[in-house]
Every structure is written in structure tokens, then in C-alpha cells.
């Protein structure tokens, strides 16, 4: 079977990170938490519950990611999966996500947060307004068949090293997504659950951390159709 690395970027969720560590299936071969300048207990706590914790003092979800790549470098597993560190995702969802993967019938998986299995408030208006914007513009300028940004999503090792990710801080979702549909490579969504997070949000529960992901998604989107960036 593949060898399944996970990257839980973590900053400040020292009350939920051991529940999501606890809860990835065993079909995960290693869990890596990224602690992304953490003033709490995250590392810690992680520790814990058998997860190998890195340190990131550059804060930036984007920053998080690419460290926990840079290690997966001296033992790259097949394909890897990440998802937040905060308990909104359903970390048991992670063998429905990564099945298309393992069938190789897609390189990358996306764990879409839809309205019928998502708890009520789990999303805030801006997030859904912002995602529907986003996929809206995908639609119209990839032909994408994306309905969601979702942190939890599975991706092939080979592929994911290809797409030479570079976004630092908010722009990481939508720019790997924007590289999946301009090499138009092949995708799919899988419906996932999706719950109100542990402690509030960094990015969503802030009017000054909605707009920056707002206005980073959506340059991100214009500038790359403009690029010749692949």
C-alpha cells in the first residue's frame, strides 16, 4: 500500500490538536504538525500523541506547508495529505479522500465542504461568499469544476513537488488548485463533513485576517491567468 504522510500546520491549537492527531486513521503512515510559531502548548501536546512536530517561526499557512514538505524530502512518501490542525475537518474522512489516489485515478483530491454536511456556523459568510467567488472565477477561467477551497485534501507526492508551491501565507489552497487546472491534471472532489473549529479562527475570525485571504485568493487568481507560470 502507498505511503500516506500527513501535514497539520498548527498555530495556537494546543485545545484541539491532540484530537485531530488522535483521530487520522491508521492508514497514515507518518503525522507531521507543523508548529507555526505557537505561544501555547501545540508542540507539546502534539508530542504527545505521536505526532513529530517541526518548528516554523515564520508565520504563514504557506510557510507551514513547505516546511513539512521540506522534511518529507529524505523519505518522500506517495501521497500526502493535509488538513488543518484546529478539529473543523473530520480527520476520520481522510480514507475517503485519499481512495481516488491510491485507485491512481487522480492526482489530487480535495475534500469539499458541502452545505448538507457541514455544521451550521462552521463557515462564516465571508468564507462562503469568498469560496464561491473563487470557485465562480475558476469556472469561468479554467473551466474547474471546483466548488470548494478546503484545507483537507490529498495530493500525489510527485505531483505535488511539481507544481513548485510558493505561496507563503494565505494564497496555498487556491494557488495549488489554480496549477491542478492550468496543467489540467486530473482531480476530483469528495464530500467531507465539517464542524464549528475548536478556539477562534486566525484568518475567517478576524475582519482584518478575511480581507487579506479575500484579497490574496482573488490576486492570486487574476495574476496567474495573466502569468506564464505553470
Known sequence: MSKIAVIIPAFNEALSIGQVVKAIPKSADEII???NASTDQTTAVAKKHGAVVLEEKKLGYGYACLKGISYLEKNPPEIVVFLDGDYSDYPEDMDKIVAPLLKEKVVFSLGARVQTLREKGSLTPQQIFGNAL?????RLLYRGTFTDLGPFR???WETLKSLEMKDKTYGWTVEMQLKILRRKLNYVEIPVRYRKRIGISKVSG????SLMAGYKILTWIGQFYFSKWK
Open 134 to 138: 473563487a470557485c465562480f472565477l475558476m
Open 206 to 209: 478576524t475582519l482584518k485576517g
Open 33 to 35: 504538525v507543523v508548529n
Open 154 to 156: 490529498a495530493i500525489r
